[in-house]
């Protein structure tokens, strides 16, 4: 399937059709994890999964994961 991408503010966009987000369960608002397979040249989409453990909410883990994405090369630079 051929999809083009194109701007929307400071950012690109690619559509995806209704048959195959619906089959995962994800709509607009959704959270997804997009990864990049530099071995496949493959951009890897899906829907987000925060772990609850030890009585942490999910609010809480998506936020904690979004604060590691945003900081991650501050915080890998600490850790040395």
């Known amino acids: ?10 950012s690109i966009v690619v559509s995806l059709p ?4 619906e089959p995962l369960g994800v709509s607009e608002g959704t959270d997804v994890s997009v ?6 040249w493959q951009i890897i989409i899906r829907p987000a999964k925060y772990p609850i453990a ?8 998506r936020q904690l994961a979004e ?3 945003e900081y991650r090369p501050a915080l890998e630079a ?3």
């Open 54 to 61: 030890g009585g942490i909410d999910e609010n809480f883990a």
């Open 35 to 40: 990864e990049l397979d530099r071995k496949n």
């Open 18 to 21: 209704k048959d195959i987000i």
């Open 1 to 10: 399937m051929l999809r083009k991408l194109f701007k929307t503010g400071n």
């Open 67 to 69: 604060f590691i994405e």
């Open 78 to 80: 600490l850790s040395r």
